[in-house]
């Protein structure tokens, strides 16, 4: 369900991960809530996907296709949203992949390219950004009590993808937990570090979704104890994707222009105990 409250008309917007499951669900929910989005993927027609079912949006979506799993791909992505939105305001980090495997059987290609797309993308796609948010985020004067979005506008912010995965150890799926554990903290550092400005950084932390990387989630090969992986099944089932866009549109509305370095779970409890 679309965020009702906010309107995001004329705000630059950029999807990664946006050809699938809640990368498409974010991207088409900003584009009905009048967004110019950049939705960009690496898979072609997923994006292609997602610019079809948002063509009678309000707002607008442009595709790219780009692997970012290197940090010049990840500086592509920004020069590639700059020409096609003119600028922006949100940039959303939510390509990501997963798998299991046990500890012993993980290589240092796997390792590699989990930790590559489901965290250095995040700080390289952060850092290209930064040059274009900071001038909009400016700096508010705190002590005098004026804050970024005091005027209802959208301020400049980065909403990161984390994961239940990255506040709890998990078995089997060390690379993912590991990248998930550096997003949570990757987010509240970049907080920190810009927390003068009126920048904005936060991360959702969804629970189990329905989609692709839920459908395909690979089981660890060979004999496996599945029990150690029942605490974070849950027990209120999946979510959908659009659960997540919803969280993701809130933290980047003026309704949400104190939350910052803020780890929102959207899990139905997993993490709770
Ligand atoms: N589905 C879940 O249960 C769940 C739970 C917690 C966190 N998450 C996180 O949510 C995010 C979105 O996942 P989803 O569930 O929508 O899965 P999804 O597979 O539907 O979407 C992920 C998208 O990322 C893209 N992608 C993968 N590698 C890429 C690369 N190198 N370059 C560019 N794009 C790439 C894929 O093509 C895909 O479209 C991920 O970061 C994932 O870790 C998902």
Request: hydrophobic letters at 45%; a negative charge.
């Given at each position: 369900?679309?965020?009702q ?5 004329g705000c630059?917007?950029?999807?990664t ?15 009905s809530?009048?967004?110019?989005v ?9 994006v292609?996907e997602?610019?079809s ?6 707002g607008?979506?442009?595709?790219g ?14 020069a ?8 922006f305001?949100v ?25 590559a ?9 952060s ?28 301020g400049p912010?980065?909403?990161?993808v ?19 554990g550096?997003?949570?903290?990757l987010?509240r550092?970049f907080?920190?570090e ?5 920048l ?18 690979q ?7 599945f ?9 209120r ?14 933290l ?22």
């Amino acid at each position: 369900m679309a965020n009702q409250n906010q309107s995001f008309s004329g705000c630059g917007v950029i999807v990664t991960g946006a050809g699938s499951g809640i990368g498409q669900a974010t991207a088409l929910q900003f584009a009905s809530a009048g967004a110019n989005v950049f939705a960009t993927d690496i898979n072609a027609n997923g994006v292609a996907e997602t610019a079809s079912l948002g063509s009678s949006a309000s707002g607008t979506i442009h595709t790219g296709v780009h692997d970012i799993s290197s940090r010049a791909a990840c500086y592509e992505v920004i020069a590639a949203a700059k020409d096609a939105l003119g600028d922006f305001s949100v940039l959303c980090n939510v390509a990501g992949i997963s798998w299991a495997e046990h500890a012993t059987e993980i290589t240092e290609e796997l390792w590699d390219k989990m930790i590559a797309v489901n965290l250095s993308s995040v700080f390289w796609l952060s850092q290209a950004a930064l040059p274009h948010l900071l001038p909009q985020a400016g700096t508010p004067d705190y002590e005098k009590g004026e804050n970024p979005g005091d005027d209802g506008s959208i301020g400049p912010s980065i909403i990161n993808v984390a994961s239940n995965a990255g506040l709890r150890g998990q078995a089997f799926t060390i690379p993912y937990c590991a990248a998930k554990g550096g997003v949570v903290l990757l987010t509240r550092s970049f907080a920190m570090e810009f927390v003068k400005t009126g920048l904005r950084v936060n991360a959702v932390a969804p629970g189990g979704i329905s989609s692709a990387l839920s459908m395909n989630f690979q089981m660890p090969t060979g004999e496996t104890d599945f029990s150690l992986m029942q605490p974070y099944m849950g027990f209120r089932g999946m979510g959908q994707p659009g659960d997540i866009a919803d969280a993701i549109l809130f933290l980047a509305s003026n309704q949400a222009r104190r939350i910052h370095g803020a780890i929102l779970s959207v899990d139905a409890g997993l993490t709770s105990g």
